[in-house]
């Protein structure tokens, strides 16, 4: 990028103790072929080496940018900070941890000049280290879809958010900054706000395998998930959107729950007791005040089907249910 042209894309990256695997995605990010482009890299009060691998890398690419704040405790402050930084006419956030193939942002931006879409949507892949674990493939060509599809499509993450947005597509203040898990709705957000969502063949990896990776660990915060899809719910109501749209929010719902009861189970041992008790207060009342809409949640196939009625019969069985997960996804050593 010479200095006299503005960047086209910024590339926001929220960084917290990310030394893990920072510089593999820096260095993902380097090797692009598309050349006009920024990285806003926000240090969010680092303890480990990022800022120090964060500056040596921007020593050597002015393209990269480096800039620290208080920890704010929360990947939407990081991204509007970043924003308010940023030149770019369009944007992309990720993780400290993913990857980016070496074309996507190129075929990215080329979609936007063939279709005049306003957000670009890169194939997807659950990367766990060297083992790409599973690719979710879009037809890049053929596939458009109405910012309200692609909102609909998003609310389960059939339509993943780690998108070549305008910036046009934000939001008045930016990402909203209620919760730990904000980010996800803002998505919803700019999905609905588009007037195009097309694709590109670039791929995103989206890696799987950082134990330090904050939804990997118990945190009370974890519980933010429950006040999004609220929220989402509100909206969903509010804009009169038609029922299929709550029934697909709603095994979302369900799906976050088990999440976050198998994630405070693994960890109970570590957790004081009381902390325990306000999370599992708050785990049954969400799953109480949802228990008729979960009710007539319909799955696929005899046994997908059964599960599904075993898992919102009540809340006795929902915890039974957890304490099966728990015991086949952690087992304990011998």
């Known amino acids: 990028m010479r200095d006299n042209i503005p960047p086209l894309i910024s590339v926001i990256i929220p960084v917290y103790n990310g030394s893990k695997f920072l510089l593999e995605t820096l260095t993902s990010l380097k090797n692009q072929t598309f050349s006009n482009f920024e990285v806003i890299c926000v240090d969010d009060s680092s303890t480990d080496e990022s800022l120090e691998i964060l500056r040596?890398?921007?020593?050597?690419?002015?393209?990269?940018?480096?800039?620290t704040k208080e920890n704010g405790g929360m990947a939407?402050?990081?991204?509007?900070?970043?924003?308010?930084?940023?030149?770019?006419?369009?944007?992309?956030?990720?993780?400290?941890?993913?990857?980016?193939?070496?074309?996507?942002?190129?075929?990215?931006?080329k979609r936007i000049t063939e279709t005049g879409a306003d957000a670009?949507?890169?194939?997807?892949?659950?990367?766990?280290?060297?083992?790409?674990l599973k690719k979710i493939d879009f037809n890049v060509r053929e596939t458009e879809y109405t910012g309200r599809e692609a909102f609909f499509l998003s609310l389960d993450w059939q339509l993943h958010g780690f998108v070549l947005w305008s910036r046009k597509n934000l939001p008045e203040d930016g990402f909203y900054e209620f919760g730990l898990n904000s980010d996800e709705y803002t998505t919803r957000m700019l999905f609905n706000n588009s007037k195009k969502v097309v694709f590109s063949s670039g791929i995103f990896y989206y890696r799987q395998n950082n134990p330090n990776a904050i939804t990997q660990k118990w945190s009370p915060n974890?519980?933010?998930?429950?006040?999004?899809?609220?929220?989402?719910?509100?909206?969903?109501l509010d804009n009169c959107f038609p029922e299929t749209y709550i029934n697909v929010l709603e095994k979302a719902i369900l799906h976050d729950l088990i999440r976050i009861k198998?994630?405070?189970?693994?960890?109970?041992?570590?957790?004081?007791?009381?902390?325990?008790?306000?999370?599992?207060?708050k785990i049954k009342i969400s799953f109480e005040e949802h228990h008729s809409n979960f009710r007539k949640l319909v799955a696929n196939g005899f046994l997908d089907n059964f599960k599904l009625k075993f898992q919102t019969y009540n809340y006795t069985t929902f915890t039974f249910y957890c304490k099966i997960r728990q015991y086949n996804l952690y087992p304990t050593k011998k």
């Not at 570590?270 to 207060?281: F, L, P, T, Y």
């Open 56 to 67: 040596t890398f921007a020593l050597n690419d002015k393209r990269f940018k480096v800039f």
């Open 76 to 109: 939407a402050k990081a991204i509007n900070y970043g924003l308010k930084n940023a030149s770019g006419e369009y944007f992309m956030y990720s993780s400290q941890d993913d990857l980016f193939s070496d074309d996507l942002l190129d075929s990215s931006y």
């Open 120 to 132: 670009v949507v890169p194939q997807l892949i659950l990367y766990h280290g060297e083992e790409c």
């Open 222 to 236: 974890l519980l933010d998930y429950i006040k999004t899809n609220e929220s989402l719910q509100k909206f969903i």
């Open 262 to 281: 198998l994630i405070l189970n693994k960890h109970r041992l570590k957790i004081e007791k009381q902390e325990i008790e306000d999370a599992n207060s």
